[in-house]
């Protein structure tokens, strides 16, 4: 919403506005700086070929949204942040979610293999499905979590999952890791439901910015030549 409210704002200035300023560079036979031009240029096709200009950026915040979908699907950045990341708000409902789950299944005495790969399955998370259905296998096919430090797991789910003394699950912590999940996210939606406004704010008046500078910047020019 914040990318379209910028995109609006930029379009009415191109329709409305710099149409005018043209007019006066062309009486006055103004030099232009490159930014004017651009911004000339962009206010010229969204007039000329308004149709276009819309399906461009259609495809543009598509494209955006898109990117940053298959990111937190990936968990992209935990890979590149490693552990300098804490995680988004993705990954952290994710891990939310899949502790609850697995929480829920071992409550209903269901084996640990079947509630982990059930919970690996209600996460949209590839890496986590795939990590779950790992360690699944692993205590199947050999009665132990083998496979568990190969995973990328969080320390403390690892730690809960053998942290009884006979090397079980600890029903009570996960449900503590759990809740300590769902605070964070609702701590995180809480923080990003103050801050948003204000990056958009920020953002708008940036676009603004540019355009007016673009459009002021020959003016500027002619009045320091007198």
């Not at 939310?96 to 789950?101: H, S």
């Not at 704010?201 to 910047?217: C, H, N, S, T």
Request: glycine residues 8%.
């Amino acid at each position: 919403s914040i990318f379209l409210l910028a995109i609006a704002v930029v379009i009415f200035l191109s329709i409305v506005v710099v149409p005018g300023f043209e007019e006066i560079y062309r009486d006055f036979e103004l030099d232009l700086p490159l930014l004017t031009i651009g911004v000339l240029k962009i206010s010229d096709a969204i007039l000329s070929h308004p149709i276009l200009m819309f399906c461009i950026c259609i495809a543009l915040l598509g494209s955006i949204f898109g990117g940053l979908r298959l990111v937190r699907k990936l968990q992209a950045s935990s890979w590149t942040l490693g552990s300098l990341s804490n995680g988004n708000s993705s990954q952290v409902a994710t891990m939310a979610e899949f502790v609850r789950r697995l929480v829920e299944g071992l409550k209903s005495n269901l084996p640990l293999a079947t509630s982990l790969r059930l919970a690996g399955q209600s996460c949209d998370a590839t890496w986590l499905r795939r990590d779950s259905d790992n360690l699944a296998n692993s205590l199947e096919e050999t009665g132990e979590l083998a496979a568990v430090q190969r995973s990328r797991l969080p320390l403390s789910v690892v730690y809960a999952l053998r942290a009884t003394r006979d090397g079980g699950p600890n029903l009570r912590l996960l449900e503590e890791i759990a809740a300590n999940y769902t605070e964070r996210l609702e701590t995180r939606i809480n923080w990003a439901g103050g801050f948003l406004p204000i990056v958009g704010i920020v953002i708008v008046g940036i676009a603004v910015f540019f355009v007016v500078l673009a459009l002021y910047l020959p003016l500027i020019g002619v009045m320091n030549g007198l």
